[in-house]
């Protein structure tokens, strides 16, 4: 059973759109949750942790629903550069991070 | 910045060899990580370091590898006779701290594909 799963997209928006990522886990006991982004046939970098209240950094926001065991990002008037694969990654043990398969997404001018 | 430095960025082998991949950590981070990511796959974490021993591994992490901080600030991973499968990306990762809270921030470095022929 996959830990951590999201829609692999692709999803297309225009500059300027906003666009929701969700992603589900399984473990009950996942602890910490990330948002990473990555870009094609790079490492992942961090964009945001995710924090039981939810937060928000800029364009960003993070939300997590520990009761339904989901956690989404909210990426407002998106930019051209936005445009990579963002990884969901969940925490229970305080050492391995596990991954989703990522979301890929495409803003188009 | 600090960062997380990797080499070979490239490391073609064959089959049955052993390769060995190289890590420099951020200078003041304590816990190591390495994942690895097939292409078109998810990252997979593999094994994770503290206080010069494992404090986690993944099923994945069977006795064909091993890890090692052979210096004060060299990490490596080595795989024994590598296979076929074993062709990814291999990602290192470390942070200051273990990772149970959403503060805690694992930092990648730029990772090092490895072929398998």
């Known amino acids: 059973r996959k830990e951590v799963e999201q829609d692999p997209g692709p999803f297309n928006v225009p500059e300027g759109a906003t666009v929701a990522f969700n992603c589900t886990y399984s473990?009950?006991?996942?602890?910490?949750f990330f948002w990473y982004r990555q870009d094609c046939r790079k490492e992942p970098k961090l964009l945001m942790s995710v924090y039981s209240s939810g937060n928000e950094d800029g364009r960003f926001t993070a939300q997590l629903n520990r009761a339904s065991q989901y956690i989404s990002l909210l990426i407002r008037d998106s930019k051209l550069s936005d445009s990579a694969t963002y990884l969901c990654?969940?925490?229970?043990?305080?050492?391995?991070?596990?991954f989703g398969k990522g979301t890929s997404l495409l803003v188009t001018p | 910045e600090p960062e997380v430095t990797q080499t070979p960025s490239h490391q073609v082998t064959q089959m049955g060899q052993e390769v060995i991949l190289r890590c420099v950590p951020i200078s003041n981070h304590l816990y190591f990580y390495w994942y690895r990511q097939i292409l078109g796959q998810k990252v997979e974490f593999l094994v994770s370091?503290?206080?010069?021993?494992?404090?986690?591994k993944s099923e994945i992490f069977d006795d064909q590898f091993s890890v090692e901080r052979p210096d004060g600030s060299n990490f490596t991973l080595k795989i024994r006779s590598t296979k076929l499968e074993d062709s990814a990306m291999y990602f290192c990762?470390?942070?200051?701290?273990?990772?149970?809270?959403?503060?805690?921030?694992?930092?990648f470095g730029p990772g090092t594909r490895l072929t398998v022929l």
């Open positions: 473990n009950s006991a996942s602890q910490s």
């Open positions: 370091f503290y206080n010069n021993e494992i404090s986690e």
């Open positions: 990762a470390s942070s200051d701290t273990p990772g149970t809270r959403s503060t805690d921030t694992q930092y």
């Open positions: 990654a969940g925490s229970n043990s305080g050492y391995a991070l596990n």
